[in-house]
């Protein structure tokens, strides 16, 4: 009896057949163009992927990769995907949304995520602007600044994602440039197979709304040298990675050193902030309710299930 090959997927065996209706340019292209070569390179099977996006540009990401998808609600998709995670421990679970989405109204979500520890990538695409609503300042635009489509300056300081993130208690911290893809990609691979909360901040283009973040401001277009607004931490011997996640002082010492490089404004450090394997939220679920140790919540006839192990533990 022949044993058939295992099936090796590409990346065009992630792209829906819809027509993409972002703007010429924009940076949401590159962040596609890399969750799809991260799969690829994952060889995930579309069927064990569900992804979930938030409102605002970003939002229509799921509608475009060849997988399952769900459009949640304005700053709602961390506890969505979260519900999603929790019931079906089998699929690959990434959850992407803007920085006005995941930031600001979705900042309450994104710090409880953090701490929880969910096996599960959030992909954020920062830039600086409420895109879809027509370009109001986001969360992390910088107090001071003007784009080409607010009346005035912002008058607000803007919020550090990375810097939230550890505080917060993500387990994997990263940053991308949208333009980059490969690059981005590779950063993805890391987030999707750490085990825990991963954030992957994505600097992204906005050529409607946004004319101070361009791809030639990231690039040192207007520079007398020409050189590149973005570095690589690993190519400047920068390790964010906890060696022993036991030793307090080592987690301390990253943690202090991602925040430091998070307030580097030019150039901007791309790049694994911070990485630790502790214990998931899963781990401490399957722990109480060991069912689930053995298969996913979705495969379990919940209704005739013995709850006296549970009512046993909470006693």
């Known amino acids: 009896m022949s044993v058939s090959a295992p099936i090796k997927f590409s990346v065009k065996d992630y792209k829906a057949d819809l027509h993409n ?5 924009c940076g949401d292209f590159g962040i596609l163009t890399g969750i799809q070569m991260a799969l690829a390179q994952l060889n995930l099977d579309p069927d064990k992927i569900a992804l979930f996006s938030g409102i605002g540009c970003s939002g229509k990401t799921p509608h475009y990769i060849k997988a399952y998808g769900f459009h949640t609600l304005h700053g709602r998709v961390l506890p969505v995907a979260t519900g999603g995670r929790l019931a079906n421990s089998a699929v690959t679970v990434l959850a992407m949304g803007g920085d006005g989405d995941g930031y600001g109204i979705g900042a309450g979500y994104f710090v409880n995520s953090g701490r929880r520890n969910l096996d599960f990538t959030y992909i954020v695409h920062t830039n600086q602007v409420y895109g879809l609503t027509k370009g109001q300042a986001s969360p992390t635009l910088s107090k001071g600044r003007k784009t080409k489509s607010m009346p005035e300056q912002n008058i607000q300081d803007g919020v550090n994602p990375i810097a939230m ?11 991308a440039y949208a333009l980059e893809p490969k690059y981005l990609a590779g950063i993805l691979v890391k ?32 520079l007398p040298e ?49 990485q630790v394997e502790l214990p998931t939220y899963e781990d401490a679920v399957n722990q109480r ?23 046993e533990a909470m006693r």
């Open 21 to 25: 209706d972002w703007c010429l340019g």
């Open 226 to 274: 020409k050189k590149s607004r973005l570095y690589k931490l690993e190519e400047h011997g920068y390790d964010g990675v906890v060696k022993d996640p036991a030793d307090l002082d080592e987690i301390i010492m990253k943690k202090a050193a991602a925040v430091a490089r998070s307030y580097e404004a030019e150039p901007i450090p791309t790049g694994i902030y911070y």
């Open 289 to 311: 309710i060991p069912a689930l140790a053995e298969k996913p919540l979705v495969e379990i006839d919940t209704f005739h299930r013995d709850v006296d192990p549970l009512l």
């Open 191 to 222: 987030a999707i197979q750490h085990k825990g909360s991963a954030l992957v901040d994505v600097l992204q283009t906005c050529p409607t709304y946004n004319d101070l973040y361009t791809k030639e401001w990231y690039e040192g277009a207007d």
């Open 165 to 175: 993130a550890v505080a917060a208690g993500y387990t994997f911290i990263a940053r």
